[in-house]
């Protein structure tokens, strides 16, 4: 696995309903000056609204008139900063239980989870959970608040309970990168500016420690080049170029390559980016490729450079299960998997993780957000890898085939903590 530190950072807000969240990251992004004036005033006028007394923060990411008249966040606010040295992706992500699948939406990008959570309180079960989903999605840093210690006092032993309580759970979920700042989100301390009320801490801020994080994107090379094919473009020529956006590793002219399910055997002779013609192209970026050999790859095919990933109509997953109604054995339901869409059914439910104690409990059902395993059926063959060795090839959504509501997030294989 490789982590670079690098220009830009995808953060997501992680932790339960109320803790302070969205404040945090408006007080981020009043203090680094990222607000343009009339932001900053429709959030004065907002606060005076809702008769909240002084600027309410919340408001800088909570957009929806829901949000802020039930002052908790629904859907995810993806909000851009920058410091002298780097710029910030932000998902704001809810809190609230209902919520829990725009969490995982908001997380399944980010390269460190921003965990906030109320000293007083520490951890919570829903911060369990979102901790337990951010470490399926393969966020491997956290950075984590211990929000409202204006509220206990600046007790440096009110800090230190909850940074024992985090390192504990990180170190069982995998989590490589901790750091455990000491915050008031809404008066300011320890985001931007050091605190004075914290004299036992000599740690960053939140901007530091995010300016030095060494969370990257989440690449696990070595694993092989793969291209999900999205479209077929036809040249002018006779020939075609298979369009798609790279992952895994880099892919190059003269790569041999393996086009799946097919099997068919072929090299890649030209690699064309938005740039123009290149011999290689890195992770992340969309490219056409042009095969040595005539092939009938559509949408939804992959090309692979060895090792090649698992051509097959049965995956063992973990889930995370977001439907409204139970996951039972039986369930049919569409598979989306990279740019392929395929009916499956749920042919065994493999249990069910207990946040609290990470431990794995039979089950024949899943209720809306429980984390469990299962095997699953699909009709057409899929060309995956486990999850833990590409982001993009090893995970699917379900979605429901009535409502058609994306109604589970899937991860192929087990996750090393269950
Ligand atoms: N005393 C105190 N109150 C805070 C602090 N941070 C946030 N709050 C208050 O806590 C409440 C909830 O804050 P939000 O920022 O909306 O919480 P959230 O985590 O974004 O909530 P959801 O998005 O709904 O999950 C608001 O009334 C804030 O003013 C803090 O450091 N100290
Ligand atoms: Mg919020």
Same mark, same amino acid.
């Given at each position: 696995?490789?982590?670079?530190?690098?220009?830009?950072?995808?953060?997501?807000?992680?932790? @339960? #309903?109320? +803790?302070?969240?969205? =404040? !945090?990251? $408006?007080? /981020?992004?009043?203090?680094?000056?990222?607000?343009?004036?009339?932001?900053?005033?429709?959030?004065?006028?907002?606060?005076?609204?809702?008769?909240?007394?002084?600027?309410?923060?919340?408001?800088?990411?909570?957009?929806?008139?829901?949000?802020?008249?039930?002052?908790?966040?629904?859907?995810?606010?993806?909000?851009?900063?920058?410091?002298?040295?780097?710029?910030?992706?932000?998902?704001?992500?809810?809190?609230?239980?209902?919520?829990?699948?725009?969490?995982?939406?908001?997380?399944?990008?980010?390269?460190?989870?921003?965990?906030?959570?109320?000293?007083?309180?520490?951890?919570?079960?829903?911060?369990?959970?979102?901790?337990?989903?951010?470490?399926?999605?393969?966020?491997?840093?956290?950075?984590?608040?211990?929000?409202?210690?204006?509220?206990?006092?600046?007790?440096?032993?009110?800090?230190? @309970? #909850?940074? +024992?309580?985090?390192? =504990? !759970?990180? $170190?069982? /979920?995998?989590?490589?990168?901790?750091?455990?700042?000491?915050?008031?989100?809404?008066?300011?301390?320890?985001?931007?500016?050091?605190?004075?009320n914290t004299p036992w801490y000599d740690g960053p801020t939140v901007l530091d420690a995010l300016e030095r994080s060494t969370a990257g994107v989440w690449t696990a090379t070595g694993h092989g080049a793969r291209l999900p094919v999205q479209w077929v473009l036809r040249q002018g020529g006779g020939g075609r170029t298979y369009a798609g956006m790279v992952n895994g590793d880099a892919l190059g002219v003269g790569d041999a390559v393996t086009l799946l399910p097919a099997g068919v055997e072929t090299t890649v002779t030209s690699i064309e980016t938005g740039r123009g013609p290149n011999d290689a192209a890195s992770v992340g970026l969309s490219v056409a490729v042009g095969l040595a050999d005539e092939t009938d790859a559509g949408r939804g095919d992959l090309l692979a450079v060895a090792p090649l990933p698992r051509v097959t109509r049965e995956l063992t997953a973990t889930i995370c299960w977001f439907g409204e109604r139970s996951l039972e054995t039986g369930r049919r339901l569409r598979l989306k998997h990279t740019t392929r869409v395929t009916p499956a059914r749920v042919t065994t439910i493999d249990g069910v993780v207990d946040v609290a104690t990470l431990e794995v409990l039979a089950t024949d059902e899943l209720t809306t957000n429980q984390i469990g395993l299962a095997t699953i059926h699909t009709a057409d063959p899929l060309v995956v890898d486990d999850y833990r060795d590409n982001r993009v090839t090893g995970s699917f959504v379900l979605i429901d085939e009535v409502t058609n509501a994306t109604v589970a997030a899937g991860m192929v294989g087990r996750a090393s903590f269950l």
């Open positions: 696995m490789r982590t670079t530190t690098k220009d830009l950072l995808r953060l997501a807000t992680i932790g @339960s #309903v109320d +803790d302070g969240k969205s =404040t !945090l990251i $408006g007080r /981020l992004l009043v203090d680094t000056r990222q607000l343009f004036d009339d932001q900053l005033d429709a959030v004065v006028a907002a606060s005076e609204r809702r008769g909240v007394g002084d600027l309410d923060l919340s408001f800088v990411t909570d957009g929806l008139r829901a949000e802020r008249e039930q002052g908790i966040t629904i859907d995810v606010a993806y909000r851009y900063a920058s410091s002298p040295t780097r710029k910030f992706i932000i998902a704001d992500c809810p809190g609230h239980v209902q919520y829990t699948r725009n969490m995982a939406t908001g997380a399944s990008t980010a390269d460190l989870a921003l965990v906030v959570l109320d000293v007083a309180h520490g951890l919570k079960e829903q911060t369990r959970r979102h901790l337990c989903i951010a470490a399926l999605l393969g966020v491997r840093a956290l950075l984590v608040a211990a929000n409202k210690m204006d509220q206990v006092n600046w007790s440096p032993t009110a800090y230190r @309970s #909850v940074v +024992d309580q985090v390192e =504990t !759970l990180a $170190g069982e /979920l995998g989590f490589t990168d901790l750091t455990v700042i000491p915050v008031s989100a809404l008066l300011g301390d320890n985001v931007v500016e050091a605190s004075v």
